[in-house]
């Protein structure tokens, strides 16, 4: 099992940066070997994907902010970070970090991210 706690949300002016950190917990083979990503979910939305670092570093990133955000994991501290840069109103939502590993998925209790114009 693995559990996920996110850190790092809060309100932010329209053009500010976020860093938003996601500590993994749990069984340390299955977190060394899952891939993990930020979802975010805004009210009256579908969750939707962010971005995504796969256990080799490997990133991928949603249109809407691409060139905005940037991913990383440190394996060493078994964390995600999402640096959030350039923030839009509409990139107010919950955001949430998730892993996966084979067919489960974990999800974190998610955190606010607020952008008010």
């Known amino acids: 099992q693995v559990q996920l706690v996110e850190s790092g949300g809060g309100l932010v002016q329209a053009g500010g940066s976020l860093r938003l950190s996601c500590a993994a917990s749990g069984n340390p083979i299955i977190i060394k070997l899952m891939d993990m990503g930020w979802y975010r979910q805004a009210p009256g939305k579908q969750r939707e994907l962010v971005a995504t670092?796969?256990?080799?570093?490997?990133?991928e990133f949603a249109s809407a902010v691409k060139g905005r955000f940037t991913i990383s994991r440190d394996n060493a501290k078994n964390t995600v970070s999402l640096q959030m840069n350039s923030l839009l109103p509409e990139d107010t939502a919950v955001y949430y970090c998730?892993?996966?590993?084979?067919?489960?998925?974990?999800w974190g209790q998610g955190t606010q991210v607020t952008v008010s114009s």
């Open positions: 998730s892993s996966n590993f084979g067919k489960n998925d974990y």
């Open positions: 670092v796969s256990r080799t570093g490997g990133t």
